[in-house]
């Protein structure tokens, strides 16, 4: 009952219902690898939105889901990062959220999230 299941690929075409998910279950986790190099730049937005709209920031962790080619890596994080600037901007600009809040949110979701998860 307490190990934790992370959901992989952003659960992706289901990214609403794994961030519900993840905000019913205390031990279920996000991953939001595939997105990042299978989708257009609008799925990749709409994919991060679903996913921060209902799961607790504390959940969502960023992958890129690269294999084998390096520069894959490189596409990932370059596309993921970008993204996920330009959603959390477009809260900021909705009212949402502080400037402050996107930044701790984005740093959570890059790098601290996972450090937690997985004990590193």
Known sequence: N???VV???ASYPYTR?????????DNVYLDCGL????ASKSGIKQAYKSLLELAPMSKIMFSTD????PE???IGVKRGIEN????LDDLIQDG??????????????LNENAKLLYSL
């Open 2 to 4: 307490d190990a934790p």
């Open 7 to 9: 959901l992989l690929h």
């Open 17 to 25: 219902e794994a961030s519900y998910l993840a905000s019913v279950y």
């Open 35 to 38: 997105v990042q190099l299978c």
């Open 66 to 69: 690269a294999s084998q080619i």
């Open 72 to 74: 894959l890596f490189f």
């Open 84 to 87: 996920l600037a330009d959603v």
């Open 96 to 109: 949402d959220l502080t400037l402050e809040e996107a930044k701790s949110i984005g740093s959570k979701i």
